[in-house]
């Protein structure tokens, strides 16, 4: 839940004429509604001058609290243009934000009609003591965002309703631009990929040996440890005594100009472009790195203007009617990137690749010869639902499936986070059940035992808080409820009759059963498990 208000606008407005007060507040009201919606938001309602949107309603994302932060901080960013353009509005606001669960009443068109709980009121008191073009976020915000941007913690707060001070954080910027992972060390221990890494390695022996062009797609669930396969993978690169050309992209679910993102990225930090860096010097940058990459100036020229719209100089959506000579341009600029060495390129999160990257991928898996590329595309499960053909037809295109870890892999993952490899059997045995072989969750629940205190030392072993249970971690969660959101109507319906029926059940009690038990379960099992 976001809340943002105008200060001081009440009164301002006390004695003004209403229909002044209305030509101020509709330029605001209009652009902060576009900021919202462009972050995957929902605008749920005005109050006066102040605006109540909702992040995870009619459909959840996994990174909700994300969006709702970055939203906010656009809101600042948006209000101070809106001052600079109308000096006469001389706007300021606070910002509050909270994340928890909440009773969401949808319209039959799917749009939501309102939203009723706690955090509602929680996110409306954390806007009222923000400090004056501020966003402060509750605990819930904070566990979610903190690795992704910068808090100062403040004293708790008290406010109406609450009997306990409410511990805050105020925003003080991102650690990094959107669409760009922090850059951190993983904290856990590479356990359970060897036999994957493996295929990676010797993939990537043959493209350099044969000099030939691969495409290799790693698939998994979110969470399951495509990211870090990579991230040892690169570890192996770097160790290579050849030079080894890495140049890395992610797909983006929202936003503007993200159609061809990914492939933007790899040429901005092949030309060494900055996310600050003003147009000029974007155009400085591009030209000195096509220089070393192409001889001709005529060339070069071609390529700029056709780079251009991957660096925001442009269309950003794409190249329209003329794909085909911006598709050639590109696979130009990949073939002298590799002519000097071999190049990896690794494309996350295909499975939000815009229809014309994955286009693109496929031209220049055909088209290129006689150099040494390697691409990897890390996806989930989805970019099958919506590209059931990707990679099969290609001999030089193969996947890797990551499945959940072993239950001996998961408790030797666990026991490393805690620092303790022997746990009681009912603590070790709660927490494979809740991990479920993800590595991501087993993560999280370690986290969460760690950061509260749930664990308590017994004599050489770790045992459970006397009294206390293990909650579920909210980025779990948010990652289920996003997972549910995107399911098709009718396996939804079965998830819920599952919810009430319990982890296990015959077909019989669900009338939507029939229809997609089928497709949900082995072909050997009469029953449908809903944890899976």
């Known amino acids: 839940m976001l809340f943002c ?72 960013e948006a209000i101070v243009e809106l001052n600079a353009t109308q000096p006469a509005l001389a706007l300021s606001v606070r910002i509050g934000i909270t994340t928890g669960e909440a009773l969401v009443v949808l319209q039959p068109g799917g749009d939501t009609e309102g939203v009723v709980g706690d955090i509602v009121n929680t996110a409306s008191r954390l806007q009222g003591v923000a400090p004056v073009n501020g966003i402060l976020v509750g605990e819930g915000t904070w566990r979610a965002t903190h690795a992704l941007f910068a808090y100062d913690e403040l004293a708790p707060v008290r406010v109406k309703g609450k009997a306990q001070p409410v511990p805050v954080w105020r925003l003080v910027g ?14 856990a221990p590479f356990i359970g990929r060897d036999a994957e890494l493996d295929r990676l390695k010797r993939r990537y022996t043959r493209t350099v040996r044969e000099r030939s062009v691969r495409l290799v797609t790693l698939l998994g669930e979110p969470g399951v440890g495509k990211s870090r396969l990579i991230h040892e993978f690169g570890r192996f690169v770097d160790d290579r005594q050849e030079f080894v050309s890495w140049r890395q992209g992610r797909c983006l679910p929202y936003g503007n100009g993200i159609a061809f993102w990914a492939l933007g990225e790899i040429v901005k930090a092949q030309a060494g472009i900055l996310e600050s860096d003003p147009p000029a010097d974007v155009v400085t940058k591009l030209g000195a790195a096509l220089q070393v990459l192409v001889g001709e100036a005529l060339e070069r020229e071609w390529l700029t203007s056709r780079l251009a719209p991957l660096l925001g100089l442009g269309n950003a959506e794409g190249p ?61 499960p989805e970019l099958l639902d919506r590209q059931p053909e990707w990679g099969k037809r290609k001999p030089n295109a193969s996947s890797v499936a990551l499945s959940p870890l072993s239950d001996a892999d998961t408790a030797a993952l666990i026991g490393a986070l805690l620092g303790q490899p022997v746990l009681p059997s009912e603590v070790q045995g709660l927490l494979l059940e809740q991990a479920g072989g993800n590595p991501l969750y087993a993560e999280e629940f370690a986290r969460l035992l760690s950061d509260r205190g749930l664990l308590v030392r017994h004599g050489r072993t770790l045992q459970l808080s006397p009294g206390r249970k293990i909650p579920f971690p909210e980025t779990i969660q948010a990652l289920v409820a996003a997972r549910l959101d995107a399911l098709l109507p009718e396996r939804k319906g ?39």
């Open 320 to 380: 329209g009617a003329d794909q085909a000579e911006f598709f050639a341009a590109w696979r130009r600029v990949i073939e002298a990137m590799a002519a000097s060495g071999p190049l990896v390129l690794v494309v996350e999160d295909l499975h939000w690749a815009d229809a014309g990257l994955l286009q693109f991928l496929d031209y220049l898996l055909d088209s290129s010869a006689d150099i040494a590329l390697l691409v990897i595309a890390a996806a989930r």
């Open 5 to 76: 208000d105008l200060v001081g606008f009440t009164a301002r407005s006390d004695q003004a004429d209403p229909e002044d007060v209305g030509a101020i507040l509709r330029p605001y009201h209009v652009r902060l509604r576009r900021e919202i919606e462009r972050f995957g938001g929902t605008l749920d309602k005005f109050i006066g001058d102040a605006i109540m949107a909702v992040f995870g309603a009619p459909a959840a994302h996994e990174d909700d609290p994300e969006r709702a932060v970055r939203c906010a901080s656009r809101l600042l």
């Open 174 to 187: 991102a650690r990094s631009r959107f669409g760009v992972d922090v850059d951190q060390r993983p904290v």
């Open 494 to 532: 079965l998830v819920h009759d599952a919810a009430v029926m319990g982890k296990v059940f015959w077909s019989g009690p669900s009338p939507r059963s029939a229809a997609v038990t089928s497709q949900c379960c082995r072909p050997s099992s009469t029953s449908w498990n809903a944890r899976s």
